[in-house]
Structures are given as C-alpha cells and as structure tokens.
C-alpha cells in the first residue's frame, strides 16, 4: 500500500467510502457525501487516497481509505490549524490502512506548516480513538448533546463529541 494526493478521478471511490462510514451513525454528523468532487474538495487543504500496489493514474479502484484536512478558521491567526477526516473502507479494515493514511496526514501537514491538527470523534468511535492515541492526539474537551444525529440507526438521539488535537 501507499499514499497519494487524490484526484478528481478517485471521486467515486472516495465517495462510496465516504457513504460506508456514514451509514452506521458513528462517524460524522453528516448524512450523506457531498455531490460533487469539486464541493468535496473546496473545504480541504489537502486530500490524500490510501490504495494497493499497482494502483494507476486511469484506476481508482485500489482506494482503500481517504485522509483529508481543512481549516477550521478562515482568520490568519489560525492558518496553521486544521481539522481532519480519514475513513477507511470498511472491507480493508485491519490491514493497517489507517495507519498509513494517519501518518502520511501528518507528514502532510507538517511540510505545509501546520501546527496543530484536531479531530472531533464520537466516544463511540472506539476504532477512531485507538487510532488518534497511537499518534499522540491528546482528548481536549468533550462537547455533550452537542448535536442532534438525523440520519441512520441514531437519528433523534443527542450525540456526545471528543475534541482531540495533536500539536506538530
């Protein structure tokens, strides 16, 4: 496996992984993809595909997980923070796709001068915090009933947050 920058061809893949890790309520508040390649990737800094040896410029499908950034403010002061999202598709899991997605995130912000990288993480997410603990995120603050979840298995239950950051 090895990382890469995306590009507006891995859209289907990254979108369908994108859909695994919504539908069963513990990744993000969102309900479903974006539409559109374009309105996916004009709030990131970055996005980067996870995929198997052998994978080419004419082929996404080898996408195994996708990693991606964007600032969580658009004032300079905070230039340097973003927050991030990886999803790992969910067949793939366990073979250490987001390890590698995590690292190369990191690696990736470093070089573009960011200093602090933040998650928001459902206490549920077991898989998620595991991960984010490995690479030294530290648990800043927990937000409670901060939203109401609208769309899966949860929908109508007031969802807990984990705020997580790791400063480079």
């Not at 198997?52 to 658009?74: I, K, M, P, T, Y």
């Not at 990191?106 to 915090?129: K, M």
């Amino acid at each position: 496996m090895h990382t890469r920058p995306a590009r507006p061809g891995d859209w289907p893949r990254i979108r369908d992984i994108y859909a695994a890790g919504i539908e069963p309520g513990d990744a993000t508040f969102e309900s479903a993809p974006p539409a559109t390649w374009e309105a996916f990737s004009a709030r990131k800094e970055f996005v980067l595909v996870a995929e198997d040896e052998g994978g080419d410029d004419s082929d996404s499908l080898g996408v195994l997980g996708w990693a991606g950034a964007g600032r969580v403010s658009a004032r300079e002061v905070y230039a340097g923070v973003v927050e991030h999202s990886l999803y790992v598709d969910p067949p793939a899991g366990g073979r250490g796709v987001g390890t590698l997605l995590m690292r190369a995130l990191l690696d990736e912000s470093r070089t573009r001068g960011i200093w602090t990288v933040q998650a928001t993480v459902f206490p549920e997410n077991a898989a998620s915090l595991a991960l984010h603990r490995k690479f030294g995120f530290r648990e800043v603050g927990r937000r409670e009933r901060i939203a109401l979840m609208r769309h899966g298995p949860l929908a109508g239950s007031w969802r807990d947050t984990v705020l997580l950051e790791l400063r480079l």
